[in-house]
């Protein structure tokens, strides 16, 4: 339920020009325009479960998008049932001039390959069918002239090389990898929301260095009214961010029973250091680490 | 769509202990919550059409409702289809503890009785159907004693007819209007968005003590674009509040291009002197004139 200076959940991520946004409960466009960022880039929506307060900013979404004259094709990622929910919410939003194209999610988890970044799809435990999502940015070895010089690789590729290119010089396919050290550390996040702890949620936060998790509860002593609406208290969330040796946890998704989730600050900490309460509008840039 | 400080167009009636919602745009709920007022007594809830900054609140509002734990059957008004667009919408807002009672426009005006209080919905210009909807109050005559000793009325009836009842005193039927001096003024709020200029318009809004009316554009040379988008100019809409002699004349509903709309205050005041630029979250009270 939204509140004054709490809306609902959602997240959007920008990189390499494209916006993913995960979720979009009502209010969702709104909190965009006071971000100052534009919906019309956003290729990719996601979508947890289909519980309200999750989806029910998407069709003032789509026809804000459509006001903004995209005319590049979605992809909208969800549960069984996505499309018939969205093609059932667009009855309000049937003029939009782009194409939307589903991904219906089947499995437990799936790998969602999108180019220049990758996402997951895994199962949580909610009352009704919900995913988490990760995504990542792979980041390729350093390059390293030494090892050019023994796989033999003339110095007019060696750029070319570098920048991902796979060239064919009519005797043989130059990898990049043949100039390249290992792979270094990329880029991870991983966002869920609504669902109680789980393996599948701690396996695929592993690394990441972000962890955005619900955490419906912030009192001690609402565990059981956790586990009775399939939600997790912040102590919870903090565990698993532990468990996944995440670097940071922002917690979200907070319960409109809970006027202060702020207040628990120093109590989650002691279990894992790096969370941050978040409110609205929390921005970040991840960046590759320095070396 | 929606700006920061500039939310979709929605009106909250309260009146003897029910609330009257006309129109509910994305947000709505927390415009609702941001004044502190409970959307559980909405029991009468009206349309005036089906484009989504009208609706697109609905599914989260019912479920509000839900959780706020009403019971009491909710009535929606609105054009044909009504009930089939809400209960698409509902594909996210299936499970509510209330039910919902349709009732669908079919004719041109139509008078609705909600008991102490009476709506019309009539239609107006739009380009897809669409209605205002005016509410009024009816204010009963003085007592009148004299009266009252000419008809032969028994004192003891005086102040039960005064409240309105009709007594059977075995030998005749006794009604209020044989103590009460004729009919007062009661209290008259006509709302409309989004339309050309119409008669229906003028008829309807006459003598309203509040007319709140959708004013898209305040740039005095775009009349052609609110030809073409069938919406009204600020001037268009106080030639009505003139026309109709209304006490007041409220504007909303202002184009995402128009950034600054008080600042044609001046301009429309000189067509309609009584003209208030209306901002997110207006509110008054409405009461009977004293005599």
């Given at each position: 339920m939204p509140l004054p200076q709490r809306w609902l959940t959602s997240l959007m991520v920008r990189y390499g020009g494209r916006s993913i946004l995960i979720d979009c409960g009502e209010g969702t466009q709104v909190a965009l325009k006071e971000k100052g960022w534009?919906?019309?880039?956003?290729d990719i929506m996601c979508f947890t479960h289909f519980h309200a307060d999750h989806i029910s900013g998407l069709p003032g979404m789509l026809l804000t998008m459509g006001n903004a004259e995209r005319t590049e094709p979605l992809t909208i990622v969800g549960p069984k049932g996505i499309e018939q929910v969205v093609e059932s919410l667009r009855?309000?939003?049937?003029?939009?001039p782009f194409e939307i194209r589903y991904i219906e999610l089947k499995s437990k988890e799936e790998s969602l390959d999108f180019g220049d970044f990758r996402m997951k799809a895994f199962k949580v435990s909610h009352n009704i069918t919900c995913y988490g999502y990760t995504m990542e940015v792979d980041r390729a070895g350093r390059f390293d002239p030494d090892k050019a010089k023994v796989n033999e690789i003339?110095?007019?590729y060696w750029s070319r090389l570098q920048k991902g290119e796979v060239i064919d010089d009519g005797e043989r396919i130059i990898t990049p990898d043949m100039v390249l050290g290992p792979p270094r550390k990329g880029i991870k996040l991983t966002y869920c929301t609504?669902?109680?702890?789980t393996e599948s949620i701690v396996r695929n936060a592993e690394g990441s260095d972000l962890f955005i998790c619900e955490g419906?509860?912030?009192?001690?002593?609402k565990l059981a009214k956790a586990k009775e609406h399939k939600h997790m208290t912040f102590y919870e969330a903090a565990s698993i961010a532990k468990e996944a040796a995440v670097k940071e946890l922002w917690l979200t998704?907070?319960?409109?029973?809970?006027?202060?989730?702020?207040?628990?600050t120093a109590e989650v900490r002691a279990i894992f250091p790096d969370t941050v309460v978040a409110s609205d509008g929390r921005t970040v840039d991840l960046r590759f680490d320095e070396e």
């Open positions: 534009s919906p019309k880039p956003i009855i309000i939003a049937r003029d939009i003339p110095m007019m609504d669902s109680r702890p419906m509860y912030g009192e001690p002593d998704h907070y319960s409109p029973s809970l006027p202060k989730p702020k207040a628990y």
